[in-house]
């Protein structure tokens, strides 16, 4: 991808690693179109940019609803064409909770927002993409795609997203658009600090149990995706990539019966 004005298309811009990722690009020169149902925080996101002599605009878009991403994605198909790239930063976290525990209606809520969501929009904007015969999408996994854990409606979905994101690569490639996840670990965004402000996560864990003995920054994450829409990644579909400080590394190697002494 070059620059010249292209869109990048992001949902979850409103905070956490979907600003870090419209930050990333629009700073790199690609006009930049932010998607949350957080408004206010979208609209400080866009105007920011803005003032810094950035091309960004938000709209109000609701991954719940096929009808609200429907509009959005139209809107801006016919303003600029089919996007350069699609960001699928949208979701929402959950706590730990057992499965004889678990409300049935939050694992609903999580399925329809982090998997169905992602789904409609890139089928949305893939479509668009498919016909231009070029494009990339990067889906939002997580650590927890590879490893079990107590969020167990997160879990399931971004377990489901790795294989959403080989489908979509086999199936979109041949018409020359790309598809990969990256799976970031404890990163500290406002959500994560408000749950470790709040007691929910304990920040010492974290750290002694990664590799590199820290939380990823968002930024971080965004660089990894600005690589995997790149043309240095043009040859990468269908790969979800780890960005965890190496926590599944150190805490496969941790748990293993044999330490050295």
Known sequence: MGKN???????????GIGEACARRFAHAGYRVVLADVNSDGGNRVASELRDAGHDAQFHHVDLASEESVARFASQVIEESGAPVGLINAGGILQNAVRVLDMDLAEFDRLFQINVRGTLIASRAFGAAMCEAGHGSVI??????TFRSSAQVAYTVGKSGLKALTETMAAEWGPRGVRVNAVAPG?????A????????????ALVIERSALRRFVKPSEVADAVFFLCSSE???????????????????AYLAFASQPD
């Open 5 to 15: 004005q292209e869109v990048i298309v992001v949902t979850g811009g409103a905070s």
């Open 139 to 144: 889906n939002l996994c997580s650590m927890t």
């Open 186 to 190: 404890y990163t500290l965004t406002q």
């Open 192 to 203: 994560m600090q408000a749950r470790i402000d709040s007691g929910q996560r304990d920040p």
């Open 233 to 251: 990644a043009a040859a990468i579909t269908g790969v979800t990539l780890p960005i965890d400080c190496g926590w599944l590394a150190s805490t």
